[in-house]
């Protein structure tokens, strides 16, 4: 018998599960321990929305609530018979399923999968199979540094290196405590990988040298954070939850140490931005909950259903972006579900394209180079509303602002109002450094000129 699951024993456990099977007769069909097949269904199952809130029946209020909902005309009706009632309710609580608390944790061979209108669960042999590989990759990838480390690392090696002419090598032997047992080929690669403030410039030994082979496999996030989370288990998710389409996040540089901007593209085109001090993981979890406070849970999950991002630090915590703590002051260690994370594969940003396009528009306004040490948010939201107002071909000549709030509503148009961002006439619309004042406008030109070699 094979030590590790093949695609095939994965095959006859889903089918196995559709039957209605349990663990014990699985364990005896494949001869693996009962508790082996249910920790290869545990972990490897998938989230899916099929059926999602096809009847109003999703919530745990719906048999006792008495809300009543009033008609143009004004004749009252129960509330609970409106349309998908529980998107417009501010009392909401999603109701799970009792039987995915009990084995076979998933919704394979249950009976009432057509009509049941709650979230589900399964397991999918071509996803599991995806998912293990997957793992075994990165587990022979070997360790990764977190955000965390890196940034100690980098904050011990920028000034000895600069400014007394130190190899990384006479660092480590005088800090060892800063590299957290990290190799010295580690270090060099992660150097050679741009992942520190320090180039091969600033090491007189090593820039005579010639670089070497790009190592694609070296990410900035630890290989433990993508577990379950990887672009293949991402295209998996997708097979399963038919329609869902995902938010693409990204991170836009200044001026190299300064403020940095977070950015957000919803498939209908319309970019979020937030401006921040540095790169940090606290910093990405930070704005979700921000955005979930703002838009209250529901809408929030409705927002965002799935995140999907590259590998750089500031995504290194994808736990607490999933999920958030029901009850932080009395029980913090409970938390509950609110979105799904992907990763982009290492060097692929063309698998996140439309975040990445939409860069381009406000690169004119935010010429690369430019610090954005002088900006504030509100210059930032006010750019967004210039860059959300502007018409595009892809969406028949429409603004992003515009096809948010036709698909989300009323709802859509006030969590806009809460971010600052308004509709602009196209008319006026201005993408262009001038429109966060003078004085951008020259750091602009003066990071142009410093791009073609011209100094100040």
């Not at 799970?96 to 589900?120: F, H, I």
């Not at 082979?213 to 070296?218: A, I, N, Q, Y």
């Not at 900035?220 to 997708?238: E, I, N, P, Q, W």
């Not at 540095?278 to 909950?289: D, H």
Request: glycine share 6%; aromatic share 10%.
């Amino acid at each position: 018998m094979a030590k590790h699951m093949t695609l095939d024993t994965r095959k006859g456990i889903a089918h196995g599960l559709d039957c209605g099977l349990t663990f014990a007769e699985l364990s005896g069909m494949f001869s693996r321990a009962e508790s082996t097949i249910a920790n290869e269904v545990r972990n490897r199952m998938i989230w899916s929305n099929r059926n999602y809130g096809c009847t109003n029946d999703v919530c745990e209020h719906f048999e006792t609530c008495s809300k009543v909902y009033r008609n143009a005309d004004g004749r009252k009706t129960p509330f609970k018979r409106q349309k998908r009632c529980f998107e417009m309710c501010e009392d909401y609580r999603r109701r799970t399923c009792e039987k995915l608390g009990r084995a076979p944790y998933v919704c394979n061979g249950c009976d009432r999968q057509s009509t049941c209108p709650l979230r589900k669960r399964y397991y999918d042999a071509e996803a599991a199979q995806k998912n293990y590989r997957g793992i075994l990759s990165d587990a022979r990838r070997g360790t990764q540094a977190d955000a965390g480390t890196l940034a100690d690392m980098n904050a011990a090696l920028v000034d000895p290196i600069r400014r007394r002419g130190q190899s990384i090598r006479a660092v480590m032997t005088a800090r060892p405590e800063a590299f957290h047992g990290f190799s010295e080929r580690s270090v060099y690669n992660y150097s050679n990988s741009k992942l520190f403030d320090v180039t091969r410039g600033d090491m007189p030994y090593t820039c005579r040298r010639k670089p070497p082979k790009e190592d694609r496999s070296v990410t900035k996030t630890d290989a433990k954070c993508r577990v379950g989370r990887t672009y293949d288990d991402y295209l998996s998710f997708l097979g399963l939850n038919f329609g869902i389409q995902p938010v693409e996040i990204d991170t836009v540089l200044g001026s190299v140490g300064g403020k940095v901007l977070f950015t957000m593209m919803f498939p209908c085109g319309l970019m979020l931005a937030f401006l921040r001090d540095a790169k940090t993981s606290q910093t990405t979890t930070r704005i979700f909950n921000m955005l979930q406070d703002l838009a209250g849970l529901e809408f929030f999950t409705r927002l965002f259903p799935v995140v999907l991002c590259d590998n750089g630090p500031e995504f290194s915590d994808p736990k607490m972006i999933e999920f958030f703590r029901v009850d932080p002051r009395h029980n913090p260690y409970k938390l509950e579900r609110r979105t799904h994370v992907f990763f982009c594969d290492p060097y692929c940003s063309s698998q996140k394209p439309h975040v990445e396009r939409n860069h381009e528009e406000i690169r004119r306004v935010l010429r690369k180079g430019a610090s954005f040490d002088m900006l504030r948010q509100d210059d930032v939201d006010r750019m967004l509303s210039h860059v959300n107002s502007y018409p595009r071909p892809s969406l028949d000549g429409k603004t992003p602002y515009d096809e948010f709030v036709s698909f989300h509503g009323e709802r859509g148009r006030e969590f806009l109002d809460k971010l600052n961002i308004r509709r602009v006439n196209p008319e006026f619309v201005t993408l262009d450094p001038s429109l966060l004042g003078p004085e951008f406008k020259r750091e602009a030109d003066n990071a142009i000129l410093r791009r073609k070699g011209v100094t100040e």
